[in-house]
Each structure stands twice: as structure tokens, then as C-alpha cells.
């Protein structure tokens, strides 16, 4: 157990809606990555947060925002969702601004049908 | 533009024996590497890293070794043991620049035979 949480496990929606991820980092890290890996590809690194502010972006499309929040959860915004967009999301955090060692969460499975 | 490759998607090692896990990056720019290790249903778990002023870390049964000349680096698991068997990742990152951020390969499944 990482002591990173994510919610929900799994999520089956519709193209077209709108989803939310959650995120609860570790106890005491201040930074929350999220990475979205596709069928057969790698962890492609979304966007990170630390202390509540956006420090880094990757591959984030215009459809997808995230923010961190005073207690230091997160949440990840999917919509207009594409049958494309189905995949694991992860979420990892933490203790500094940087990507030395991440604590990766058990992930969030989106199909959208 | 993958910037980290892993060329072997699977790899099949019997019990005792060594694994090494390959992996090729494009950037020279990138100055510290790492693996991950991935069980299914779980999120990866950080294992072993270097940075790119070594050519060898050592920890236990793990060893990752860098050559900068050929922009490869391998991770060694000796000996092996069924429960090593999972994905495992390599990922690069650029430390020393705002552009801060890990690359990850494709990965390759390990799976360790009885």
C-alpha cells in the first residue's frame, strides 16, 4: 500500500460526458502527479500540482484539467469524453517539487462506450 | 517521438536465473533514470534508480547499469524469483532544466518460471 487513494476504481460512462477523478496524495507530500496509460503504451504524464499551484505540464489535452485543493487532494477533469480517452489513470505524489520518487495510487479505469 | 523505448515487450526467465531488462533513450539531455515495477491491478512502485554521473547502483538482487555513449541502460535482477515477475518501466528525467518532468517507457512484462 503506496498510501496514495484513488476513487472510484472503476468508471464506465458514455461519449461525450463529463467524469471527475480523485486523488488523496500521501500523508505530508505536497506534490500530485497524474499519468494516463492507454492500452499496450506507457505512463504518458499528464499534468502536476504542487502545494495547490500547476508546476508541470505533459500530454494534457485542452479537454482535461486538474486542480489540488488547501487539504491537498486532487481531482482530474475529463470531458467531452472519446472512446479514445478510455484507459488507467494514475495518480502519484510526492514529497517535493520534483520527480525523484513517486508513490503511485492503484489507478482509475475508464471505458467510455 | 518516444523518447524512452523498451524494445522487448515481454520476457520469459526461469527461476534463479538472470533477467536484464533493456531500455534506449533518444535525449541526451536526460540525467537521471529509473525503474518501476507493476503488478497488475496496482499502481507502479519505484525500484531502483541512477543518475547519470554513475554507470552502476546496486541495490540487492537489482542492479542497473548506464552507458551514456550508447544512450542505454539495463536493469539486472539477480537471481531471479516468481515474484518479480510483473511490468516493469523505465523512465528518464531531465533534472537540471525547468523542463522537469519523467518520461516513461512502454514497458516490458517479465514473467519468472517456476
Known amino acids: 500500500d503506496s498510501g496514495v487513494t484513488q476513487t472510484p476504481k472503476h468508471l464506465i460512462t458514455a461519449t461525450g460526458q463529463r467524469v471527475t477523478l480523485r486523488c488523496s496524495p500521501r500523508?505530508?507530500?505536497?506534490?500530485v502527479y497524474w499519468y494516463q496509460q492507454s492500452l499496450d503504451q506507457g505512463l504518458q504524464f499528464l499534468i502536476q500540482?504542487?502545494?495547490?499551484?500547476?508546476?508541470a505540464k505533459g500530454n494534457i489535452l485542452e479537454r482535461f484539467s486538474a486542480q489540488q485543493f488547501p487539504d491537498l487532494h486532487s481531482e482530474l477533469n475529463l470531458s467531452s469524453l472519446e472512446l479514445g480517452d478510455s484507459a488507467l489513470y494514475f495518480c502519484?505524489?510526492?514529497?517535493?517539487?520534483?520527480?525523484?520518487?513517486?508513490?503511485f495510487g492503484p489507478g482509475t479505469r475508464l471505458t467510455v462506450l | 517521438d518516444q523518447q524512452v523505448k523498451q524494445n522487448s515487450p515481454s520476457l520469459s526467465v526461469q527461476e534463479g536465473r538472470i533477467s536484464i531488462l533493456n531500455c534506449d533513450y533518444t535525449?541526451?539531455?536526460?540525467?537521471?533514470f529509473l525503474w518501476y515495477k507493476k503488478y497488475p491491478a496496482e499502481g507502479p512502485t519505484f525500484l531502483i534508480s541512477?543518475?547519470?554521473?554513475?554507470d552502476k547502483n546496486e541495490d540487492g538482487r537489482f542492479t542497473v547499469f548506464l552507458n551514456k555513449s550508447a544512450k542505454h541502460l539495463s536493469l539486472h535482477i539477480v537471481p531471479s524469483q516468481p515474484g518479480d515477475s510483473a511490468v516493469y518501466f523505465c523512465?528518464?528525467?531531465?533534472?537540471?532544466?525547468?523542463?522537469?518532468?519523467?518520461?516513461f517507457g512502454p514497458g516490458t512484462s517479465l514473467s519468472v518460471i517456476p
Open positions: 502519484a505524489s510526492s514529497a517535493s517539487g520534483g520527480f525523484h520518487e513517486q508513490f
Open positions: 500523508s505530508g507530500d505536497l506534490s
Open positions: 500540482y504542487y502545494n495547490g499551484e500547476e508546476r
Open positions: 535525449n541526451s539531455m536526460f540525467d537521471y
Open positions: 541512477i543518475s547519470s554521473i554513475k
Open positions: 523512465a528518464a528525467r531531465r533534472m537540471k532544466t525547468s523542463y522537469d518532468k519523467v518520461i
